[in-house]
């Protein structure tokens, strides 16, 4: 034993630099090797959950759930409708059957709590019905009437309004709101009757007098 320490020091001693790159080599070692295990540490290296199905759970319960997979859950968008209950999750990623790293962070699309607001950013009045309500659908609106009311401009819109309010550009309203367009018509020419008979009457006692001139 001690023979073999006095040769490693004498090795050192008459070898230096192969002696030092040697130790250099030993220590990059053990430094990578110990990353290794930490990396496994870190990323659950050998553990893996499978995604459960959460579609159609509230957030809670979907929390739940993945949580007794060893999961995590993030909203990652929402979008309104009003035929189902807020909060229920309508989609996930990774999908349901994935398999997973364990504590693997899922992301979550639910239905909002509340509609989603709009704002009106080009003008609805003063421009053709068809046109106003192209825009107003673009924007996902749903609920749209047209009253006709007189005007010089037949199916121009002449005045809009959203839930009762007046609706201009700028205005911001739930696309859940019921939008009411007035769109002008024609003005419709009456004559009126009696004055008509009275004129005909006339005309016909002047054809009678002359006649019994002659």
Not at 177 to 189: D, F, H, M, Y
Request: hydrophobic share 45%.
């Amino acid at each position: 034993m001690n023979d073999s320490i006095s040769k490693i020091k004498r090795f050192f001693a008459d070898h230096p630099i192969v002696a030092n790159l040697l130790l250099i080599f030993m220590v990059a070692c053990i430094l990578v090797w110990g990353a290794l295990l930490f990396l496994d540490s870190w990323t659950n290296h050998g553990s893996s959950s499978t995604v459960p199905p959460v579609k159609g759970l509230s957030f809670e319960q979907a929390r739940l759930t993945l949580a007794e997979n060893d999961l995590t859950v993030e909203i990652s968008d929402s979008i309104y409708d009003r035929n189902a209950r807020p909060g229920t999750v309508v989609e996930s990623w990774p999908r349901a059957g994935s398999v997973v790293k364990q504590g693997r962070q899922v992301y979550v699309t639910v239905t909002a709590f509340s509609p989603k607001q709009v704002t009106v950013a080009m003008p609805v009045t003063g421009v053709s019905s068809r046109q106003a309500v192209s825009y107003l659908e673009g924007l996902g609106v749903t609920s749209i009437r047209m009253v006709s009311v007189p005007s010089q401009y037949p199916d121009l819109v002449e005045r809009a309004y959203a839930d009762g309010k007046p609706l201009s550009v700028g205005t911001s309203f739930p696309v859940t709101a019921s939008i009411t367009l007035e769109v002008g018509t024609a003005p419709v020419n009456t004559f009126d009757t009696d004055r008509l008979d009275i004129a005909i009457d006339e005309a016909v006692d002047a054809i009678d007098f002359e006649d019994d001139g002659l």
